[in-house]
């Protein structure tokens, strides 16, 4: 089944302790992305990699890192979360950059304390 | 960065009735405009998209209409079904690379049977 997996799915942490979302899809996409999801703000993006070793800023990257060392995984990590950080968290692929279809993972509902 | 705004903010349609959904965004230079619908706890999954060069794409009960000279397209659910109550975005490119989507804030659609 083509999918995109995240993990953990729910996270609870404190400020500071350095984490990382996992992010793996099994469609041989190019393109990967991280997206975080607030109320009332809507999807914004924070990094995107267009393929193996290439990555750049979305619209929020601060505090965040990522790297893509294989095409299948695109992981997010937070040196030093801080509760601002609280958030959903997207990761999604697609085959063609984003105008074709982007495949969403199901989450990750992270809380800083 | 491209604003794409989206409205109205949450809709309340009877079954059976029409759900129209409006956005409008800044940047002419692109022509990609893609729908996602979003279930409570499930990612985003994309609907229907548009390229202008139609004013409109029907898919099923749902339509896209597209005007590019008010830089607005809208998403019409024709005889709108409980089950097609969930969270919906539009979204346009940030640059010709097709590198990043812009999200409008989303709008929550509650259809009561």
């Known amino acids: 089944e083509a999918q995109v997996t995240q993990n953990p799915r729910y996270l609870i942490t404190v400020t500071g302790k350095k984490l990382t979302v996992t992010c793996s899809q099994n469609m041989n996409h190019e393109y990967m992305s991280w997206y975080r999801q607030d109320p009332g703000l809507g999807l914004r993006q924070i990094y995107y990699?267009?393929?193996?070793?290439?990555?750049d800023k979305g619209d929020v990257p601060e505090g965040y890192k990522v790297s893509r060392k294989e095409k299948r995984n695109f992981p997010l990590i937070l040196e030093s979360p801080s509760p601002n950080q609280t958030s959903l968290y997207f990761c999604?692929?697609?085959?063609?950059?984003?105008?074709?279809?982007?495949?969403f993972g199901p989450g990750t509902r992270l809380t800083v304390t | 960065q491209q604003q794409v705004k989206q409205s109205p903010q949450s809709l309340i349609v009877q079954k059976g009735g029409i759900s129209i959904i409006n956005c409008a965004y800044e940047?002419?230079?692109?022509?990609?405009f893609p729908w996602y619908q979003q279930f409570p706890g499930k990612g985003p999954a994309l609907l229907i998209a548009?390229?202008?060069?139609?004013s409109e794409k029907k898919e099923g009960r749902f339509t896209i209409s597209f005007n590019k000279s008010a830089k607005q397209f809208s998403l019409h659910i024709m005889d709108s079904q409980p089950g097609d109550s969930a969270t919906y975005f539009c979204a346009a490119p940030e640059d010709s690379g097709y590198s990043t989507l812009t999200f409008g804030k989303g709008t929550m659609l509650l259809v009561s049977p």
């Open positions: 548009i390229r202008p060069d139609v």
């Open positions: 999604a692929s697609s085959g063609a950059g984003i105008a074709s279809e982007q495949y």
């Open positions: 990699s267009m393929n193996v070793e290439v990555t």
């Open positions: 940047n002419t230079a692109f022509d990609y």
